[in-house]
């Protein structure tokens, strides 16, 4: 695993979101098997320049700087299937595309897709509330995208659809 800062703007990114929280027990054991997969991560034969972080005890990404040769698809998979032995592991949904988060007096709340244009008319989400943008695709759009305000978000456009 090489330091975050020394990954490459343009290093892609892949943001997987839990349905819960954590707890500190299971973020120790995520984060040493974080370490193994990343540091045996390969692609193309060779290691993937590759970092992860845990954020809010809730959400685990995937860097790799691709500065050089791109991907394979295999790398991609390999990710993918080390989630889905994270899910089996920790008996929490790590892939379900139609949950978003947002951040709420300094806590992360998950809602269905379906559920926001409800949480906006009962005032609980306000066109203010940083909503976490897990579709960002690399880490400077990571460093400026991935939590912005709900009136600025993709997910905007499921309240204005569902009102």
Not at 75 to 91: N, W, Y
Not at 129 to 143: P, R, S
Request: hydrophobic share 45%; glycine share 4%.
């Amino acid at each position: 695993m090489i330091p975050y800062e020394q990954l490459a703007a343009t290093s892609k990114v892949w943001v997987f979101q839990a349905e819960r929280e954590f707890s500190e027990a299971e973020v120790q054991l995520l984060t040493t098997k974080l370490n193994a997969f990343t540091d045996n991560w390969l692609s193309h034969g060779s290691l993937v320049k590759g970092h992860f972080k845990i954020l809010y005890s809730r959400f685990i990404l995937f860097f790799a700087d691709e500065q050089g040769e791109a991907m394979c698809g295999r790398a991609v998979d390999a990710s993918v299937r080390f989630i889905k032995e994270m899910e089996t592991i920790f008996g929490v949904p790590m892939l379900n595309r139609n949950l978003v988060a947002y951040l709420k007096d300094g806590k992360v709340f998950s809602c269905t897709l379906n559920d926001l244009a409800h949480l906006s008319e009962e005032g609980k989400i306000t066109p203010d509330t940083i909503m976490f943008n897990n579709l960002v695709a690399n880490k400077a759009d990571f460093e400026k995208n991935w939590m912005i305000p709900l009136s600025s978000s993709w997910q905007q456009n499921y309240i204005l659809q569902n009102q």
